[in-house]
C-alpha cells in the first residue's frame, strides 16, 4: 500500500511578485510618488547593483506630504520633491527573506515586525517581493 504524499507547504517563491517595480537611491521623490500611485503599489524596494539598500513605503511619502500641511501649494510641493531623493527618505534597515522560506514563515515575520513587505533575497541578489496581499490572496485562494 503506497503511503500519501502529503503537499509541501508553499514557499515564498511560488508566491512572490517577481521583477517587481524598484527604485535607485538617487530617483526623487515625485518619480516615485508617480510610479506607486500609477500602479497602486505601497512599498517598492530600492536597488543598487541588484542589492537591496532599502525600501520605501506609501507611509514614507505620507510623511513628505508634510510638506503640504504645512501649507506649500501642491505646484510649491511638487518642485521641493523633484529635489529629494529616495535615499533620503527610504528605510535602511530591510527585512528580508529567502526564496525557499514558507509563506507561513514570511507571514510570521510580517506580523512580528509590523512590515507590509519583504524582499526576497537569494544570497544577496534581490529576486522578488512578498507582500501582505500576496499572503492572503494565497489563503484565500486555499
Not at 99 to 110: G, I, L, N, S
Amino acid at each position: 500500500m503506497a503511503e500519501a504524499k502529503l503537499p509541501s507547504p508553499a514557499t515564498v517563491r511560488d508566491i512572490m511578485v517577481k521583477n517587481p517595480a524598484t527604485l535607485e537611491r538617487n530617483e526623487t521623490l515625485d518619480i516615485a510618488e508617480d510610479i506607486m500611485n500609477l500602479g497602486r503599489i505601497r512599498h517598492m524596494p530600492v536597488i543598487d547593483e541588484g542589492m537591496v539598500v532599502g525600501i520605501v513605503s506609501q507611509r514614507d511619502l505620507f510623511r513628505s506630504a508634510l510638506l503640504t500641511a504645512l501649507g506649500f501649494a501642491k505646484r510649491t510641493e511638487r518642485a521641493l520633491k523633484k529635489n529629494i531623493r529616495v535615499k533620503e527618505i527610504m528605510t535602511e534597515q530591510v527585512v528580508t527573506i529567502s526564496p525557499d522560506a514558507t509563506v507561513k514563515e514570511a507571514a510570521r515575520v510580517m506580523m512580528d515586525k509590523k512590515i507590509g513587505c519583504l524582499p526576497v533575497l537569494e544570497g544577496e541578489i534581490f529576486v522578488g517581493l512578498i507582500t501582505e496581499t500576496d499572503v492572503l490572496r494565497y489563503v484565500a485562494e486555499q
